[in-house]
């Protein structure tokens, strides 16, 4: 299968025009670049990731009668590049989740980041307020989303990439994504969880919350959690570590003890420099323990 893109611009450096206050200019260069509304004001340095040496640009993946968006990146040439979904925040396909992408790439894999919640025709990166986005996200099923990431995956094995090694890795609502699929997926070789929760709130879409799925993970994962996270306190993150080892699971845990939720979205407030990079050589190094990534 050939892959057909639409290529897409790197991000260039944020300049700041005099008329406009900073503020008003660091939200407006968010919607030029691609960043999400509802995330907040965009830091003034961002992390960028180039193109140079890769193939990147935007997809379809025919789920039924539907084509639900997604982006992707893989070294150029290579057609046995491992396969690593990437499982965005709730706040679209945005940059940052457009960058990850392409860090993987860089590292030698097949990285895809699939926009899930498309078939509510909403553009998440336009929604400005939390209250909105919310009865968007949390309308999505389950086990729509797994299948949606089933369809990724098999998605690009018939574009060249290799799924025996495929791996997933996901920040935020994402991160509890990655869960969810470490107990769907037969398949699924390894998994990241950054700050992914662990309790669901009720929601009779999400059936078991990863607590819950903890005697049904198939997949190793390694969980990296902020310390002064205050949507998940570090005693629910101890209870999973628990409760799968009680269950025999493969998981690691890395807690870093100043670090707030969204550490490592580096276009954030929240971002921590020094945790932010040791967490990623952690999710390098976890996924050539399992042989994701060569």
Known sequence: MSIETTM?????GLTKPP???????MGATAVAAGYTLAAGPVRAAVVTTDTGGLQAGEAKIKIGSEEMPAYFARPAGNTKAPVIIVAMEIFGLHEYIKDVTRRLAKLGAFAIAPDYYFRKGVDLTKVSEIKDLLPIVNAKPDAELLSDLDATAAWAGSGGGDTARLGIIGFCRGGRTVWEYAAHSDALKAGVAFYGTVVDPANPLWPKSP???APE??????GLYGGADTGIPVAQVEQMKAALAENKKTAEFKIYPDAPHGF???YRGSYRKEAAEDAWK?????????????
């Open 217 to 222: 993970m198939k997949a190793p994962v390694l």
């Open 282 to 294: 952690q999710a390098e190094t976890w996924f050539k323990r399992y042989g994701v990534l060569s």
């Open 211 to 213: 607590l819950q799925l």
């Open 8 to 12: 897409t611009s790197d991000v260039v």
């Open 264 to 266: 490592h979205a580096d």
């Open 19 to 25: 008329p406009v206050s900073r503020r008003g200019f």
